[in-house]
């Protein structure tokens, strides 16, 4: 049994290069390094068993955390409800994988410096299995403190933290289109340097 970095808690003691702590590096640890999309990629499809999913995974990346998500194959429902029916298997590949996650992950968190997190699509039903919470710190003026003081006192959210988390999410969600071009355009770049000629 693994005593760090579970599959579906991030929040493991982490070992090898990278130190102790929450996620993928302790307190007063430098930040890993930047990683290869067309790296991680590979190696996540060399790495995971073949049976899991129907085709190569979908892969997010930042500074802490690779979060995985694999499509599952479509369960018979007959006649019960297809919706459920693809819960149901989405719940039974996350308990029947339980151990294997966890040594995939320790692996990638000792080779990438990142914490992994799961997650599994059946049909139009998509789940991610706990996923790591990182602080992020910001310095703000004060109209842009002001508008998440307004976001609070309109109850919108409890505390300026949550007004700032809310806003992003709002910005994702109306933006996506053009989030979702500019991570193309820079999996585009990422995958011209790793044709570019090495250093000896």
Do not use: K
Request: glycine share 12%.
């Amino acid at each position: 049994m693994h005593g760090h970095r579970f599959a579906d808690a991030p929040f493991g003691g982490g070992r090898g290069p990278w130190g102790r702590g929450r996620g993928a590096r302790g307190r007063g640890q430098e930040a890993p390094p930047p990683v290869e999309r067309t790296e991680v990629a590979g190696w996540f499809a060399g790495r995971l068993p073949d049976g899991w999913f129907t085709g190569p995974v979908e892969l997010s990346i930042d500074r802490d955390e690779i979060t995985v998500v694999g499509a599952l194959p479509e369960p018979e429902a007959g006649e019960g409800d297809p919706g459920a029916a693809r819960s149901g298997r989405i719940a039974r590949f996350r308990e029947e994988t339980r151990e294997q996650r966890m040594a995939v992950a320790d692996a990638a968190q000792d080779r990438y410096g990142r914490s992994v997190a799961w997650g599994a699509a059946c049909g139009d039903v998509r789940e991610l299995f706990t996923t790591l919470s990182v602080p992020v710190m910001t310095r703000l003026r004060q109209p842009e403190r002001l508008v998440l003081d307004t976001l609070v006192d309109a109850g919108v959210a409890r505390s300026r933290s949550e007004a700032l988390a809310w806003a992003v999410r709002l910005v994702g969600s109306n933006a996506d289109s053009w989030l979702t071009e500019l991570r193309e355009a820079m999996t585009a770049v990422e995958e011209v340097r790793a044709r570019g000629p090495r250093p000896d």
